[in-house]
């Protein structure tokens, strides 16, 4: 008989197998335990054939990759820590001293500042293009470009790229010596608004189908969709692709945490629900907005006039776009009065992210983030819609706007 702990720790109970219900057991994990030393000894961690650390996978992190590849198209996926880490990662394997990446000039701000900071201090290059000219990208790619973001639509400003035909130039480029990788930020699309491993290429070089070679989301947005959970995902229909990124994640110690994994796993199946319920709440007041004496432009690719409507309404034939827009006040409203009306605003509350059941709203100073390219006079903010009834919604905004006056 062993000591009252010792039981504790070894008890032989086993449940029974086949237990069934809605949602999958939650497995954590730091040590997995290996049946004897020749299981141990051919370990592998490089596919799901089984288990050897917590680090490289659980049933729980399998179920959820298995289910983002479904989403997304692709083939094999990996979990991170947060959205910008799915970029670090994604950077950190593709990339080595003397290599450039080109960045779109609209990207997402953190991304930008991970090449200027990190990528800039082990040697790597990287270079903004113009995503609206595909001509730009064409003349920034170098000898030396290896990796290419692409973004849709641009961080904030909502411009909507014609991606089928950056991803041309990037094939156009490809040469004996070098293949260049594309990988998109896909957080918006969520996976539901279009493929990204499918974009179909409208005539043009060849009609044949082209895709982005990675797609990274941050889960923290729509997929999680409770503005509670920070990860990301790099899903690949590459295998060999996916193993460079896999060794890195690796070597890297990117590791997310099962509950975690399990309010992610929880969301899945109501997230095509909530992407349609924040998109007609956005349109909505987008248009609302646009109808308003105070608001000079409102930038939702949705919309007509926006730019790169027709890109978005040739690239999202599902007819779909995430909740998210920005308006640019009349140039006669001073930046204290546009934080008047932020503050002014109840619902709507001061935050970054979006995709959660709460609306969220953002002030930013876009001359100082796109320097003088930036077209507009007037401030800009961003709204997200959350889960709230348009009505409320309207009415607060019709509340802030009016003690603009
Ligand atoms: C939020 C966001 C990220 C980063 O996600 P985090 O999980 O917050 O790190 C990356 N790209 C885009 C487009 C995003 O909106």
Known sequence: MHDKTTELIHHPYQA????????????????????????????DWKHKTGYTYGLHGTPTTFALEERLCALEGGLQCL??????????LVNMA?????????????????????????????????????????ADLAAKISAKTKLVWLEVPGSVSMEFP???????????????????????????????????FDVLAEGGLGSAVVGADISI?????????GGDVLMGS?????EALHLRLKATHMRTGMGVGAKDVEAVLRSLPSMALRYAAHDAAGRALAQWLSTQPEVAQVLHPALPGAPGHAHWQQLCR?????????????????????????DALRLFKLGFSWGGPMSLVVPYDMPSMRGKAWPYAGVLVRFSLGLEAVADLQADLQAALAQMA
């Open 217 to 225: 989301q941050a889960l923290t947005k729509y997929p999680s969709g």
């Open 16 to 43: 029974p197998a086949g237990f069934a219900a809605p949602q999958l057991g939650v497995y954590k994990a730091s040590t997995v335990i290996f049946a004897n030393t020749a299981e141990l000894r051919s370990r």
């Open 318 to 342: 599902s007819g779909q776009a995430a909740g998210l827009f920005s308006v640019v006040f009349q140039p006669r409203y001073s930046p204290a009065q546009v934080d008047a009306f932020c």
């Open 79 to 88: 979990l991170t820590c947060s959205g910008l880490a799915a970029v670090a």
């Open 162 to 196: 014609d991606l089928p035909a950056l991803l041309r130039v990037c094939r156009a480029a490809n040469t004996a010596q070098r293949s260049i990788v594309t990988a998109l930020d896909n957080t918006w699309g969520a996976g539901l608004a279009f493929n990204a």
């Open 234 to 238: 790099v899903v690949t229909r590459n």
């Open 94 to 134: 593709l990339l080595r001293a003397g290599d450039e990446v080109l960045i779109p000039s609209n990207a997402y701000g953190p991304s930008k500042a991970l090449a200027e900071g990190e990528l800039a201090a082990w040697g790597i290059g990287h270079q903004l293009y113009d995503p609206l000219q595909p």
